[in-house]
């Protein structure tokens, strides 16, 4: 059941990177499957369905960092700096953030996020530079694509995705 898990989490990330990153528009049912299949691999390696306490950490960072988005814009362009966000921000993106929430430790969320943002401006910079006039970034897409090897590392027993200890073992050596 793990491996059917896991491959349902496959198919699902590569379909909505392909969404959207084609069109900038995914199926909403992408993301409920994927956060099923997800917690489903959760569930059958880790013998528990989710950990409350890092959930509500990783909810309350996401808040903070849409607020601090949502401020932004209010301060950078006023009033209709609101608006802005709708052209911004997808629904995916913000559909897709329940699923990472879910699956990550606070450190590793955090972590992954930075790396996330790093590649998903690297790669809208490269396409920029090749020509490609789309102005917004399929964040949702990158996220996807870079959640498949967390789990299959998890999976491979290489990298934990819901554990923060390897923080503690890097600075400790």
């Known amino acids: 059941m793990l491996y059917v898990c896991l491959l349902s989490v496959l198919i699902s990330s590569v379909a909505i990177a392909i969404q959207d990153f084609k069109s900038r528009t995914v199926y909403w049912w992408w993301f409920l499957f994927l956060y099923v299949s997800s917690a489903g ?11 409350a306490p890092d959930f509500l950490v990783n909810v309350s960072l996401s808040l903070f960092a849409i607020s601090l988005t949502s401020l932004y814009y209010l301060v950078r362009y006023g009033i209709i700096g609101l608006n802005r966000i709708k052209c911004s921000i997808g629904l995916g993106d913000l559909f897709m953030l329940p699923v990472l929430m879910f699956c990550f430790s606070p ?31 399929p964040l949702a897409g990158y996220w996807s694509l870079m959640l498949i090897p967390g789990m299959l590392l998890t999976e491979r027993g290489l990298f934990d995705i819901r554990n923060d200890n390897w923080i503690l073992l890097w600075l400790m050596n």
């Open 41 to 51: 691999f959760i569930k059958y390696f880790y013998n528990h369905f989710f950990s």
């Open 107 to 137: 450190l590793n969320f955090v972590s992954f996020l930075i790396l996330s943002f790093l590649i998903a401006l690297t790669g809208h910079t490269v396409s920029l530079i090749l020509k490609y006039r789309e102005q917004t970034i």
